[in-house]
């Protein structure tokens, strides 16, 4: 009975060890509050990535809020739930409904989440954009006629971030198109692709390399033709920018002649590399 009491004890304390040995270790966090992986989106932020693409920025650091939520300021669970893409076996999007390369979100079962299209791209020609010219002089003009691609209404959203997405192309423009100055083209360049979240009052998360220069026909989207004298924008656009001439990324072939846009007007212009004009940035696009 002495050895069978010795060996149960034995036993017990093996078990013992081992589970202390289990339980042992630090009950302190991984990382603090501050610490870059306990960095995280809010669900507010999240309810405006389904609602307009805003990319957001982490929350690096938990401050009590001044007061509780509000209209306008939060959103709740069933409402982000509202803003997500929903099955629909029946009529929603597959790969061969997309061009070939260009990702969307499955709408349809066994094809959930985000897809690549893999239609050709001859089958979606890409559309063209109405002018917004409403005023005709004479029959089969422009004003007349108005063909090509209905303007969303709002045409533009201001993201609140410090950028403004068209609903139109879906770029997204830098809303302060006074910020970066003007300058010669190259410096235009370097200057659009260095911008970053935190300067000319984006706080959308952007980093350098994410930003560039329009091209010609980026920039022209722009252009409202119906009050062309008055103002070359669409009427209630958000943007702050100076009625002068800006640079594009887009230049004639070897030809050392940049291709530019003079809001003055809303007309595309040929300039030296080394004039000195605005710059706009853009993001997005294909």
């Not at 002068?244 to 030809?255: A, D």
Request: with cysteine; proline share 5%.
């Amino acid at each position: 009975m002495l050895w069978i009491g010795i060996c149960v004890g034995t036993v017990i304390g093996l078990l013992l060890a081992t589970a202390g040995t289990a339980l042992a270790g630090s009950l302190n966090p991984v990382v603090g509050p501050g610490g870059a992986d306990s960095q995280m989106f809010t669900l507010e932020q999240i309810y405006q990535r389904l609602t307009s693409g805003a990319a957001g920025a982490k929350m690096t650091a938990f401050s009590e809020p001044a007061a509780g939520p509000g209209s306008g300021t939060m959103h709740t669970l069933d409402e982000i739930m509202a803003k997500a893409p929903a099955l629909d076996a029946s009529n929603g999007a597959t790969t061969v409904n997309v061009t070939s390369g260009k990702t969307f979100w499955g709408l349809t079962a066994g094809q959930w989440g985000l897809q690549t299209g893999t239609a050709a791209a001859s089958t979606y020609p890409a559309p063209v954009h109405k002018t917004g010219q409403t005023i005709s002089l004479y029959a089969g003009d422009d004003g007349a006629l108005q063909k090509g691609l209905a303007w969303p209404n709002p045409r533009f959203t201001d993201n609140g971030n410090g950028t403004v997405s068209d609903n139109l192309t879906g770029l997204i423009w830098l809303k302060n198109a006074r910020c970066l100055g003007y300058m010669t083209w190259a410096s235009a360049l370097a200057s659009a692709n260095g911008l970053a979240s935190g300067s000319c009052g984006l706080t959308d998360g952007s980093a350098a390399g994410d930003w560039r220069l329009p091209n010609i026909n980026e920039m022209l989207s722009l252009v409202e033709y119906h009050d062309i004298a008055l103002n070359p924008l669409p009427n209630g656009n958000p943007f702050s920018i100076i009625m002068s001439t800006y640079w594009t990324s887009t230049h004639y072939g070897t030809i050392r002649r940049v291709v530019s846009v003079d809001w003055n007007e809303g007309i595309e212009v040929t300039s030296n590399e080394y004039q000195t004009y605005y710059v706009w940035a853009v993001r997005g696009g294909q």
